[in-house]
């Protein structure tokens, strides 16, 4: 709808949801899009740096096989983000800006941390900061880390509920390994 020019109301300006973050994407330098190729299950990451006019893909799990649809992919998002700028009046212009593929991504080892990748990305990526491999020695670690952060994030308003049903469903030992 969006596309055709006649929003839907969740994207009414004046009256949803995102008119309590639009006016945000102004002051934006750093775009963050989670990408998923469905074929194999797989998450990378697109982003939509504005303050260097340029776009990368952060893909954990690159394929020869995939990487011209996932490309293609990006371009298609692109296009509907410059659709949304401009239907909103939002002072950007993606079209111009270059895409490529992030150098020097580390790889994951295996075919299941590509959600945990993407998520460090967005956490490392929006500091101007490179991930090492340190940051990926521990998944099941990190993955406990993101769950605390997210339960125990201030905007959460079912925080309480969650911490409730967790301290009563779990034991003291359980609990302590998992918060550790």
Not at 82 to 102: M, N, P
Not at 154 to 179: D, F, H
Request: aromatic share 10%.
């Amino acid at each position: 709808m969006i596309l055709c020019g006649s929003p839907h109301p969740f994207f009414d300006r004046k009256t949803s949801i995102v008119s309590k973050y639009i006016s945000e994407l102004d002051d934006c330098e750093k775009l963050f899009i989670p990408m998923h190729d469905e074929c194999p299950g797989h998450w990378y990451l697109c982003v939509i740096d504005f303050k260097n006019s340029h776009i990368q893909i952060l893909d954990s799990l690159r394929s020869k096989n995939r990487d011209k649809f996932r490309f293609q992919s990006v371009k298609t998002v692109v296009e509907f983000c410059q659709t949304f700028f401009k239907l909103y009046d939002i002072g950007k212009d993606v079209f111009q800006f270059s895409i490529d593929w992030a150098p020097s991504i580390l790889t994951q080892e295996n075919g299941w941390n590509c959600g945990v990748h993407v998520i460090r990305h967005m956490q490392r990526f929006k500091n101007g900061d490179s991930m090492t491999s340190s940051d990926f020695c521990n998944s099941v670690k990190i993955r406990r880390e993101i769950a605390c952060d997210l339960v125990l994030h201030e905007g959460n308003r079912e925080k309480q509920t969650i911490v409730a049903i967790v301290c009563t469903k779990t034991s003291t030992r359980a609990m302590k390994k998992l918060l550790l």
